[in-house]
């Protein structure tokens, strides 16, 4: 069995020595500035505006704005979310409020800087990418001499295109819950989803989880926290259920969104196995790789390399690796052989997919890495990148091979960029 880490902490420039430092020591260390895949027409029901909010996760600031204007937070769209430890512009909607209301909304930590009329209600993945201004103390003297050959290799061969680890939640876990539902293990599913108590996680928490450890379920039942309402509801399935289909029962009372999160967070785990074997050779192609395009989206099978590799050169196509489900394309030749065994590592098939209840997981590719364009760096009370990335695609993992540090080493929460879709959003392939 593969290591349990969802997360890579390989780098593609290993060679170099990185920075080191530390990230968000103040908002102003990390700002990111959406760029919008569509300017607001200036006539329609809808309301376009843009944003300036420090230290607010989107979703906190969705609320605030819909109280304002007496709305339903989901009368809000939003192309995607924003870190909340950070400076973030963003573009919001609002149906059946004028530019006017909007305009002249006063909020903590939210500022409007503009706002006109559209026709249609702002969506997710609607964003043609992000601006990001990045500031990084407690550098060495030389940081800029050691940043500049990461970030030259990085615009020629492209940035690794790993899952981080926010993908996979605060414990580290939702690959394992995943796993456990597409083996349809329930069993494991409710230990990993109740019990296994961490160290940094709240009391409450931690003593809801011991209790469950010990068999003591009612009491742990007692024990959780009223705002966790899938823990809690689990809880109560598995009470009271004939002992024989409790732990099914149980698994399924947790919501069909959540649990396909987890399914998700364990194709993702999936995924950096694979691209952890082929970052050395990531901008290079192979007969039988699976060449994700990308201005398109679309995919196709490589057979002759030599012919393709100029567009990958280009950066018009990139090798692809696998967000298993029972429909996707799987690749021919070395790329194929790895993409199998992964999966039998695992012991599962793609038709293990095809089973899991009401998910729905065709499956699709994900390129091995990501462009990253307009860099510029220079020092100013720390070292500072300015880079602008594609919509889906983490800042973290440029720092990654800029700082060669953990994040818990830089002192950094996790990013919250939530451009990362779902297979489906991806498309299915």
């Known amino acids: 069995m593969a290591s349990e880490t969802p997360a890579s902490t390989l780098w593609l420039t290993r060679h170099l020595p990185g920075t080191g430092g530390r990230i968000k020591v103040e908002y102003e260390d990390f700002q990111v500035t959406e760029i919008p895949l569509y300017a607001p027409c200036g006539q329609g029901e809808h309301t376009f505006f843009e944003i300036e909010k420090r230290g607010l996760p989107t979703m906190r600031a969705v609320e605030e704005i819909a109280r304002a204007l007496r709305v339903r937070p989901f009368q809000l769209g939003f192309a995607g979310l924003k870190d ?19 305009l002249a909304l006063e909020l903590p ?13 702002l ?26 050959p990461i970030l030259e290799t990085l615009q020629r061969r492209g940035v690794p295109n790993y899952f981080g680890e926010q993908r996979f939640g605060r414990r580290q876990d939702t690959h394992l819950l ?3 539902i597409l083996r349809g293990d329930a069993e494991a599913f409710l230990q990993e989803f109740l ?31 009223p705002q966790f309402h899938e823990e809690r509801r689990a809880l109560e399935v598995l009470l009271r259920s004939p002992a024989a289909e409790a732990p099914v029962r149980a698994l399924y009372s947790v919501s069909k969104r959540l649990r396909r999160f987890f399914v998700s967070a364990y194709q993702s785990y999936l995924f950096n196995r694979v691209m952890a074997e082929r970052l050395e050779t990531l901008d290079v192609l192979f007969a039988g790789d699976v060449a994700y395009k990308h201005d398109s989206g679309g995919a196709f099978l490589v057979e002759d390399p030599t012919l393709e590799q100029p567009r990958a050169d280009r950066f018009e196509i990139s090798p692809s690796g696998p967000l298993y489900g029972y429909r996707m394309l799987m690749a021919e030749g070395r790329q ?26 065709k499956g699709g590719r994900r390129p091995l890495r990501f462009p990253i364009m307009d860099v510029d760096v220079w020092y100013d009370a720390g070292l500072v990148l300015a880079f602008t990335l594609p919509p ?5 993992n440029v720092l990654a091979e800029v700082m060669k540090t ?7 929460e996790q990013e919250e960029t939530g451009q990362e879709l779902s297979e489906e959003e991806e498309g299915e392939i």
Do not use: M
């Not at 909340?84 to 909007?102: D, I």
């Not at 930590?109 to 209600?121: F, P, S, Y």
């Open 336 to 361: 194929g052989e790895l993409e199998r065994r992964v999966l039998a590592e695992e012991g599962l098939t793609l038709e293990d997919f095809k089973r899991a209840e009401g998910l729905r997981l």
């Open 123 to 148: 969506k997710q993945g609607h964003l043609a990418g992000n601006r990001f201004v990045i500031r990084i103390r407690d550098v060495p003297p030389d940081a800029l001499e050691r940043a500049r």
């Open 406 to 412: 953990s994040p818990e080493e830089t002192g950094a």
């Open 195 to 225: 019990g296994r108590p961490q160290p940094d996680e709240l009391p409450a928490v931690l003593e809801a989880r011991r209790l469950y450890d010990a068999g003591q379920l009612q009491a742990a039942l007692r024990a959780w926290p």
């Open 178 to 180: 995943g796993r456990a």
């Open 84 to 102: 909340a430890h950070a400076v973030a512009r963003q573009v919001l909607s609002v149906e059946h409020v004028p530019p006017e209301r909007v």
């Open 109 to 121: 930590g939210i500022r409007v800087l503009w706002a006109k009329r559209h026709t249609n209600k």
């Open 392 to 396: 889906g695609c983490y800042a973290t």
